[in-house]
Every structure is written in C-alpha cells, then in structure tokens.
T-cell receptor
Framework: AQSVAQPEDQVNVAEGNPLTVKCTYS??????LFWYVQYPNRGLQFLLK??????LVKGSYGFEAEFNKSQTSFHLKKPSALVSDSALYFCAVRVLNRDDKIIFGKGTRLHILP | NAGVTQTPKFQVLKTGQSMTLQCAQD?????MSWYRQDPGMGLRLIHYSVGAGITDQGEVPNGYNVSRSTTEDFPLRLLSAAPSQTSVYFC????????????FGPGTRLTVL
C-alpha cells in the first residue's frame, strides 16, 4: 500500500540550531515528493518539491530537503531555525498511477525555542 | 487570481442536519480534492475529481457526497451530519498533468453537535 510516514509527532529545536523533520515513503515507481507548512488557523502552504534531478532541493523560507532513494526518505532541513518556523509540517507524495492521488503524512509539529 | 476559495469559514450543525461546503478555484485546474484534518490523523482524502463530470472516492468517503458540474466548482455535501464529522475541511486543486504542487483553500471548521 502507498504510504507516507512522519515518525515524530513533535520536534523541539533551539533557535539558531539546525533542524530536521523526517519523512519516509512507501510507493511503487518514482514518486513526486512535497513538503507543506501550516500555521495556526491557516491552510497549507507549499514549501518545496522533488520531481527529479538533484537530490537536494531548496524551497521557501530557507528550507531544503534531501531525497534519498535507497532509504526512501525526504527529510526537511534548515541550517538555522527561527522562532517563526514554529508550525505544523506535512510531507506528501504524489502516486503516479491511474488515480494520481496525493497522500499526506500525519504531520510533525515543530517548536522552535527562543 | 483568488486561488482556491472555501465557504463558509466556520459552521455549527446539529446531528442529522445537512449542508454543503463550497469550493471554487479560478486557475482552470482539472484536479480537485477534499481532505479532512483531524488531530493526529493528518490530512485524509475524502473525494477527488480529475475533471468536470468525474468524481471518485478517497480514503474516507462515507457520509459525504460530491459533484463536479464545472471545472471551477467542487462542492462537498454532508447528507446527515454526525459528531464524527467534526473536523477542518480543506479543498485543494492542481493541474492534472505536469509536476505542479497542490493549492489549498483556507479551510472550513465544522462542528457537529
């Protein structure tokens, strides 16, 4: 079955430290991978995506993500966390089959401590 | 462009009442989806549509109906609301082909008493 896993419900990081939010996936074929962010009482905002090519993709607000095909992972990273990065982060995968659905992980709440 | 719009923003229903959550997009996207967001459950796909006149069930379709008479609109109907349908509902759209991400509406917070 196609699935996306975000193993951490919450991640706490001190401001200025690097952050990583983990995501692994299980799909057949070569998926499209996405990260979204949700601020309180808001909709989801697109951060970045991996389609093909360079395994390190850069996105909005200084975020980047590393695609690792052998580990089927797509971890979100940022070199230096800001308090304003505190939000709920979702990993998603587009399954390239007849249904062409986008499946989301359960989300990871990121707390940046001042 | 307004993007993806949803109405209402908030709604309180009594058990057994019916209502329609509206969703519209002005980007000429063929693919539209409805998700519900519950704490600890992430986003779960309710129904989706790959174009006008075509709809299909997602992961949690029970209790919900959809129709897609135009490219722009994708309403979600609750025929007989239940407390288990208390949730935040998001509509999303994207082009059917290509590598685009999904675009989300601001959400509707629904409470069923």
């Amino acid at each position: 079955a196609q699935s996306v896993a975000q193993p951490e419900d919450q991640v706490n990081v001190a401001e200025g430290n690097p952050l990583t939010v983990k995501c692994t996936y299980s799909v057949s074929g070569n998926p499209y991978l996405f990260w979204y962010v949700q601020y309180p009482n808001r909709g989801l905002q697109f951060l970045l995506k991996y389609i093909t090519g360079d395994n390190l993709v850069k996105g909005s607000y200084g975020f980047e993500a590393e695609f690792n095909k052998s580990q089927t992972s797509f971890h979100l990273k940022k070199p230096s966390a800001l308090v304003s990065d505190s939000a709920l982060y979702f990993c998603a995968v587009r399954v390239l089959n007849r249904d062409d659905k986008i499946i989301f992980g359960k989300g990871t709440r990121l707390h940046i401590l001042p | 462009n307004a993007g993806v719009t949803q109405t209402p923003k908030f709604q309180v229903l009594k058990t057994g009442q019916s209502m329609t959550l509206q969703c519209a997009q002005d980007m000429n996207h063929e693919y539209m989806s409805w998700y519900r967001q519950d704490p600890g459950m992430g986003l779960r796909l309710i129904h989706y549509s790959v174009g006008a006149g075509i709809t299909d069930q997602g992961e949690v379709p029970n209790g919900y109906n959809v129709s897609r008479s135009t490219t722009e609109d994708f309403p979600l109907r609750l025929l007989s609301a239940a407390p288990s349908q208390t949730s935040v509902y998001f509509c999303a759209s994207r082009p059917r082909r290509g590598q685009s991400e999904q675009f989300f509406g601001p959400g509707t917070r629904l409470t069923v008493l």
